[in-house]
């Protein structure tokens, strides 16, 4: 990295700090940990015999390594899916002995994501760390972007993108800087509700891309609400959330969700739909009308940092239809929540952020099929977005 490069970070990431052994979720524990070439090379070399001995044991060569500075090795989780170097109050080892330069370059970054954009540096922080929530929430005030100079600090490069390349003279993704620019303005226009936001982003995508509105047929449906609770029924079971996601954490929200909603009961598929009504028009509206500003920022994030509208593939109407559909999907979890608590509070909506984040974003193939899934049905449309909107 160059020294003194300028660096674009928002505004909530701006003080961020890892609270360590006070984490609720660590990201330390219940995922692979990748160590770089380096830091690999460094463990083996270390002075500390204990140290040394540990590392033996517990770190691996990673023979299908897709790039040296990322994953060149890996930490063995135990079976309790914790780091072992992690300590019983969750601090780590290697940090406390051999200092911060020993860390790899995943957990010195983590939760940072550094993109590179026309050559300029973006900061921004996952939302699968509980602290980088509570920082994008903690201001009601529009996110804003400030110019930093950029520290000389371990990193890694999530994605690099040169709109001026000849490759893109026929893309949509020559103009990514101002559709991005008009996404986040979009969605920061308080004037309307944020769902209604939503919508005016995709028309104006829609618009864009003249893409053709009247080309698939209507979805037939008896009411939005029965559609919904079909539609993430089946994205749920697609996630496989109780068999094949191992997050206890995930699982028990979705109970709550599938109590809330009474999915399991024998009721007609219309009465469920009218419970979920009626807590979207008695709880979730009052509260998203009071507190919009946790969905902005979550959306800001979102597009901020996934090169939205390319955040799928070079197709703008792919990325937005996945920003609804991930953005819905909260929704409708807190909303099953609200069914079963009758009430809905800002720290629920941080909780959901996190863990769909830590679920739905860092799986290697579930938004790629589902995305499939929509194109195969013809749903790539704003007639669905409606459904899931309005
Ligand atoms: S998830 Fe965030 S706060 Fe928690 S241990 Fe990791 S970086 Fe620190």
């Known amino acids: 990295m160059k020294k003194q490069a300028k660096i674009l970070i928002p505004s909530y990431a701006e003080d961020f700090t890892c609270i360590g052994g006070e984490c609720e979720d660590s990201c330390c524990i219940g995922w692979d940990i990748d160590i770089d070439k380096i830091t690999f090379r460094k463990y083996f070399r270390t002075k500390n015999a204990e140290m040394k001995k540990k590392f033996v044991k517990h770190i691996y060569r990673n023979e299908e390594s897709d790039c040296y500075d990322v994953d060149y090795g890996r930490v063995a989780i135990n079976d309790a899916k914790w780091c072992p170097f992690l300590d019983k109050d969750k601090y780590c080892e290697i940090y406390r002995n051999l200092g911060e330069d020993y860390l790899s370059n995943v957990c010195y970054s983590f939760p940072r994501v550094y993109n590179i954009l026309n050559g300029n540096y973006e900061l921004s922080l996952y939302m699968s760390c509980p602290e980088a929530v509570r920082k994008l929430l903690s201001s009601r005030d529009p996110i804003t972007f400030i110019e930093r100079q950029m520290p000389e600090v371990k990193h890694i490069i999530h994605s690099a993108v040169d709109t001026g390349e000849k490759r893109w003279n026929k893309s949509h993704i020559r103009k990514l800087p101002q559709l991005r620019s008009l996404s986040i303005e979009t969605i920061q226009d308080r004037s309307c509700g944020i769902n209604e936001r939503l919508l005016n982003l995709g028309r104006k995508l829609e618009n864009i891309a003249q893409r053709d509105p009247t080309h698939h047929d209507p979805i037939r449906i008896k009411s939005r609400y029965a559609f919904r609770i079909e539609y993430f029924r089946y994205v749920i079971e697609s996630l496989g959330v109780f068999d094949e996601i191992d997050s206890p954490v995930f699982a028990s929200f979705t109970s709550l969700l599938m109590e809330g909603f009474e999915l399991s009961h024998e009721k007609s598929l219309e009465s469920k739909a009218d419970l979920y009504r009626e807590v979207v028009e008695t709880v979730v509206k009052p509260f998203t009308e009071e507190n919009g500003y946790v969905f902005e920022h979550y959306l800001v994030n979102s597009i ?87």
């Open 304 to 390: 901020y940092q996934d090169n939205f509208p390319f955040s799928e593939n070079q197709d703008m109407f792919d990325g937005y239809v996945m920003l609804v559909v991930r953005f819905a999907l909260v929704q409708f979890y807190l909303a099953g929540i609200a069914a079963r608590n009758r009430t809905l509070t800002v720290d629920d909506v941080a909780q959901m952020i996190q863990i769909h984040t830590k679920i739905i974003n860092h799986h290697k193939t579930f938004i790629l099929n589902l995305l499939q899934e929509i194109k195969r049905k013809q749903f790539d449309n704003m007639e669905f977005i409606s459904l899931l909107l309005e």
